[in-house]
Every structure is written in structure tokens, then in C-alpha cells.
């Protein structure tokens, strides 16, 4: 791009006065265009200084400068320190993602291994950061690794793997039975109180010992118990410590030993190409590899690579707890005293003269060096396949190019969402909605609605009105562009029926402001529609859909106000992806009703027993099989019920069916 402006020559007078009234602390700086959307944010130790660089070079190429010739507004932000600024710049360009920053690629959430903040903690795996004291370790990008490391601690730590509320006053009031974990030796048995909570908070260290590689420290504390044990004779605990010492040190030789030095260390290597990037991050720990991540980033065309580098590094530090010692880097840093500062704070490690033990290193030579370069190769290949799925998702699948064809449509019809109703004599009507993207399921993007029962005139199902109903359920807010949680407009809307069903979507989707788009311009108005609300407005900007309809009966598709159906040959491999997107709305929507159906008509001889909800009925159906086995237990052995259930539950049922045999009696 050889675009070139002089922004000393375009301030526009606003921001003249603007500009000569900047504060010159720190902060962040925020350009705006003429509609009021940011279009960059930046920090500064001393915002006047930053801020006026920009419109005082002589020229400015590339995307700088369409991004200065776009600027029609400037906002600031001052904050104490440079720290906070770091840290507020990073959050404004999470939420809002502006045009010019590099921002992580990535929509979805990685996941971690957490500890939960409990009594008994939990360990498991989720995508959820929570504010409420757990410990987080993590984000894993390989999910098989993340696996490989909860496999590993649930085979040699004996932590709960239940989601009960193991407080104090539950296991004091025995309101919890150990369960088939504790008799297989997978659990120690917090429940019922058989091991203290300073053993397990014990246990639970030593685990997150191993999640941060640091098994090293583990073995040699276990080793000192092990040895303690053997000289008071205590040879069955010695035992259990020999059998997990071995587990650990198993477990720790399948890391890579990459160094003698026992340092703990994150190499970084960012690599780009056009507008895409990569980084990623090898953790050393005890010299050797614990597990490797990787994140894609966005708009790093023309960005120097010391400025890629510093954002990556603050999106990656701000979603991990451990801060090495040290950080191998592959250059300088645009701003090294902000994210220096920055990790050194979080990570709060000072030596015995209380200097700081973090250390940036960008190395020139040697075995850093050496291992900067793995890295960066790394990083290569996972941008290089990044590039091979943006090949596969330009890819256009046969069956779409026949179905544009087919449809007589200007493009590919590359999301296509379908819609489907469902109910047995007007009974648990529901809609399901569907989504193929590229001609493949996209499940995400799957919806399913319950719908009010409603009936015609004539007291029979109204699918034509439950069709209005989930069509405008869908889409009213789809494009309001404040509603970031909105689906994206498709490209086809397929419903699940004949012309009626159509009329009726046709006639919601025009009434909320969208254009129908067909190849075939309807020749007679649709009539018989009255709109679900009158209180909205239609879009001042309309956008297009194509909308068909496909009748099951002969596999025919029909456009809105024709009376004829269009004519595609049977053996069309467009005709078969409709088929297979209509079925699978079928499929969707009948184990929706289905599911509806079951709990609504669940009722069993135990739901009739006051004080027996349906959850309860069915935990003792699944445990006892059915109710004459219940029966039996309480006719046998009325005490065996309280090791599975709650007393009350079992007074209940006692006192029900000791007056059920009183009156046979």
C-alpha cells in the first residue's frame, strides 16, 4: 500500500484543540472516526508526547495512514501509572476490537485445569474464568495435553472427583456417603470426614505443584515422608509413597529435558505473514518442556514486530497465573518498562536482597538461541496451517455450487438455516432451527424453541402461526448492531413444509424490515397474515435473504407467490443437501418434542408419594430398578435405604408404605 498523507497538513480544527491541550502523564489514547467508533487504541507514558507524534512526521504510509485520514475524534484516558495503563489498553481492545490494533485472532475460549476455592477443592477441566479464588492453570491450546495432565494427577492423587458441598457442617451431620471411588481407591473420602482437610489441602498443593512442572520439589518432599514412615515402621504408608513417587517420576520422564540449568523459563517467538500472525510460548520448567501454546493475531500488516511481540505478550500474561523467572524473547520491545513492570508486579518474586528475579532476554547466540529458533520454527508451522484452513474455508463443496445453480442464486448459499415444527395433536409444539455452514453442520449455531400451544379455529394445530412465531423469534434482533450475541444473517432460509408455511415466514421476515431475495419475483400478494406485534420498526437499511420452502411429500421446492414449485432434477446433488439439512431439522426438532413429551408425562407410583419430587424418583429407580425392588428393601431391610439416599427420603417412603400394608392388612 504506497498511500501517503502529511497529517500535519489534515488536523481538522476539533482536533487541533485537542491536541494542544493533552495531558502529558500516562494513559490511554482512543481514535475515533466520524461515526463515533474506535478505530485504535493506544498507551503512553506521557500521552501529549505519543499522541502528537502521529501528526507531526512529515509522511505516513500504508495503514497509518488511512487510519489518521479516518480520525475525526480523540479521547483520553489518564491513569496513575503506566501499569494501569498497560492493563486498561488491554481490556479496551478485548471489547472492542479495534480495526487498527493487533488483537488475538481466537473467538473461542481455551481451556484450563482449575482448583476450585473449597474446603475439598475439585480439579477438572473448564473454559470459565471465575473471580472467587480458584486457582487457574492453563490456557491449554492442546487439549490433548491438558488431558494427559488430568489423567496423570486422578491416577496418582486421590482427590474427589463428586460436585457435593463438602462443608464442615455436612460431613459433621453425615448428609454424604462415600461412594465407589473410595472403594477403589480413587478418593480418600471427604464426605463422611476420613481425611482432614490439612492432609487434603496438602494433597491439592502438591498438585498444583505438578500442574506448574514442578514435580522435581514433589518427589523429594514424598521421598523425606517415605523414609520417615520406614524408620518408624510404618511400612503400608511407605508403600502407598513408593507406589506414587513412581507414578510422578513416569509421569515427569515423558517431558522433554531441554537444559541442565533448573531455571524456570517461557520461550516466545511471534512469526507474521500479511496480515496474519502466530505466536507461541514453550514453558520450561525444571529444564525441561512442560507443554507448549500457541494464539493467532490479527491486523499485524506494516506493525513492527517489537509492538506484535508487547501485545502478545500482555494477552498471553493476562490469562495465566505463573510468571517464570525467566522470558527468552525474540526482539526488543516497542515499550519494555510497561510489560516489565507489569509481570513483575503479577509475578511477585524477589531474591534474598528483594530485586526482582524476572528477567526479557532476547539472546544473540548460545542454547537460548538455540531454543528461540525451535520455537520460532513452531510458530511457522501452526501459521502455516492456519493458511491451509483459510484455503479449505475458501473451498466451495460441490453440493453448494449445484444448489446456487438449482436456486438460480448470485452466490454461494454458503450458511443456509432451516426451520422445522414439531408437535403430536397440537401438544408440545416446538421449532427447530438448524444451521449448515459450507454443507456442514454447524451445531453451535443450533437452536430450539418451545412454542405456545396454538390451535385454528377448527381446534387443530397451527403450524403456519407457530412458523410466524419461531421466525420472528429469530430473527427480530439478528441485526441490531449493538447486539453482539446475534447469529449472523444467512444466505438461505429453508423451511420445512409447503406454501402456507412459507407465506407465513415470507410475510415475519418483510414485517421486521428484511428484503426477500429470489431469483423469481412473486406474481400475487400473500394474504391471510397478521403480524405477531406492532411495536417495532423496520430496518432503515434492509437486508436481502433468499427464503424456499421444501414440501417432503414430492421433494418440492417452492419460491414466495408462486403457486407452482420449481423444478430440480431428483438426481441434483443440491436437491440431496436440502434433503439432508431438512432431515437433520427434523431430526432436531422430533428429539426436541421428545424430550418435551418424557418429562411432562413423567409419572410414576413414587411421584405420587408426597414429598417425592421426579428427581428423586428416578435416582431411586436407577439404583433399585423399579419400584416393587423398593418395596422389598423396606419389607427386608428398611435400614439398607439410608446408604443411598437422605433419611428423610427414607422415612417418607417408610411411612407410605407401612400405611399402604396396613390397609391390605
Known amino acids: 500500500m504506497n498511500d501517503k498523507v502529511n497529517p500535519a497538513r ?14 502529558s502523564g500516562p494513559g490511554i489514547y482512543q481514535f475515533k472516526d466520524a461515526t463515533g467508533k474506535v478505530i485504535y487504541v493506544g498507551k503512553a507514558k506521557n500521552i501529549k508526547k505519543r499522541v502528537k507524534q502521529y501528526f507531526q512526521a512529515k509522511e505516513q504510509y500504508g495503514r497509518i495512514a488511512v487510519m489518521l485520514s479516518k480520525i475525526s475524534d480523540i479521547e483520553i484516558i489518564q491513569t496513575d501509572s503506566e501499569i494501569e495503563a498497560l492493563i486498561l ?17 481466537d473467538d473461542k475460549t481455551y481451556p484450563y485445569i482449575v482448583i476450585t476455592n473449597e474446603p475439598f477443592p475439585r480439579v477438572f477441566p473448564t473454559r470459565t474464568k471465575r473471580a472467587d479464588g480458584s ?14 495432565a488430568l489423567r496423570a494427577i486422578r491416577d496418582i492423587f486421590m482427590i474427589r472427583s463428586c460436585n457435593l458441598s463438602l462443608t464442615e457442617e455436612a460431613i459433621t451431620a453425615g448428609k454424604f456417603k462415600i461412594c465407589l471411588d473410595y472403594q477403589i481407591q480413587k478418593c480418600k473420602g471427604p464426605c463422611e470426614g476420613l481425611i482432614s482437610r490439612f492432609e487434603y489441602a496438602n494433597t491439592i498443593n502438591q498438585v498444583a505443584r505438578i500442574l506448574n512442572g514442578k514435580s522435581k520439589s514433589v518427589v523429594e518432599e514424598l521421598t523425606k515422608r517415605m523414609n520417615s514412615y520406614s524408620e518408624k515402621m510404618f511400612f503400608e504408608q511407605a508403600a502407598q509413597l513408593r507406589d506414587k513417587i513412581r507414578m510422578i517420576k513416569i509421569y515427569a520422564s515423558k517431558q522433554k529435558m531441554v537444559s541442565e540449568d533448573l531455571t524456570d523459563r517461557d520461550v516466545i517467538a511471534v512469526e507474521k505473514e500479511d496480515n496474519d500472525g502466530c505466536g507461541m510460548v514453550l514453558k520450561i520448567r525444571d529444564g525441561k518442556v512442560i507443554g507448549k501454546s500457541h494464539f493467532y493475531l490479527a491486523n499485524v500488516i506494516e506493525k513492527p514486530d517489537g509492538e506484535i511481540l508487547e501485545i502478545f505478550l500482555a494477552n498471553y500474561y493476562s490469562v495465566t497465573e505463573f510468571i517464570p523467572e525467566e522470558i527468552i524473547i525474540p526482539t526488543k520491545l516497542e515499550n519494555p518498562d510497561f510489560i516489565f513492570k507489569w509481570l513483575e508486579k503479577k509475578q511477585g518474586i524477589t531474591d534474598s536482597h528483594g530485586k526482582t528475579k524476572l528477567k526479557l532476554i532476547a539472546p544473540k547466540a548460545g542454547e537460548k538461541m538455540k531454543l528461540l529458533n525451535m520455537v520460532r520454527a513452531n510458530a511457522r508451522l501452526m501459521l502455516e496451517e492456519l493458511k491451509l484452513a483459510k484455503m479449505k474455508r475458501e473451498f466451495t463443496a460441490p453440493s453448494l455450487e449445484a444448489l446456487r445453480r438449482d436456486l438460480n442464486l448470485e452466490k454461494i448459499p454458503r450458511r443456509i438455516e432451516c426451520f422445522d415444527i414439531s408437535h403430536i395433536q397440537g401438544t408440545d409444539t416446538v421449532a427447530s432451527m438448524i444451521v449448515f455452514q459450507d454443507a456442514k453442520p454447524r451445531k453451535n449455531d443450533y437452536r430450539k424453541y418451545k412454542i405456545t400451544t396454538i390451535l385454528n379455529e377448527a381446534g387443530e394445530p397451527d403450524d403456519f402461526a407457530s412458523m410466524r412465531e419461531v421466525i420472528y423469534r429469530r430473527y427480530r434482533k439478528s441485526y441490531e448492531e449493538e447486539d453482539e450475541k446475534s447469529l449472523p444473517l444467512p444466505d438461505l432460509i429453508v423451511i420445512d413444509g409447503g406454501k402456507g408455511q412459507l407465506s407465513s415466514a415470507v410475510k415475519v421476515l418483510t414485517d421486521i424490515g428484511i428484503t426477500i431475495k429470489n431469483p423469481q419475483p ?22 436481502s435473504i433468499t427464503v424456499i420452502a421444501l414440501a417432503k411429500k414430492l421433494e418440492e421446492v417452492y419460491f414466495p407467490g408462486e403457486h407452482l414449485p420449481h423444478n430440480i432434477p431428483k438426481t441434483s446433488i443440491g436437491l440431496k443437501l436440502l434433503q439432508k439439512i431438512r432431515d437433520e431439522a427434523h431430526r432436531f426438532a422430533v428429539t426436541f418434542h421428545r424430550s418435551l413429551r418424557d418429562r411432562r408425562t413423567l409419572k410414576t407410583e413414587l411421584t405420587d408419594i408426597k414429598g417425592i419430587g421426579e ?35 427414607a422415612a417418607i417412603l417408610k411411612k407410605h408404605y407401612l400405611k399402604e400394608e396396613q390397609k391390605r392388612i
Open 522 to 543: 412473486p406474481r400475487s400478494p400473500i394474504a391471510n397474515y397478521q403480524p405477531l406485534t406492532t411495536n417495532h420498526q423496520p430496518l432503515t437499511t434492509k437486508p
Open 615 to 649: 428427581s428423586t424418583a428416578k435416582k431411586l429407580l436407577s439404583l433399585f430398578g423399579s419400584v416393587n425392588e423398593i418395596k422389598k428393601i423396606l419389607t427386608e431391610s428398611p435400614d439398607e435405604l439410608e446408604k443411598y439416599i437422605r433419611k428423610k427420603t
Open 10 to 23: 489534515k488536523v481538522a480544527a476539533n482536533l487541533k484543540v485537542k491536541l494542544s491541550n493533552l495531558p
Open 135 to 148: 486457582r487457574y492453570f492453563g490456557p491449554y491450546t492442546d487439549v490433548k495435553t491438558m488431558r494427559s
Open 89 to 105: 489498553e488491554l481490556n479496551l481492545i478485548k471489547k472492542l476490537k479495534p480495526r487498527y490494533n493487533v488483537n488475538l485472532k
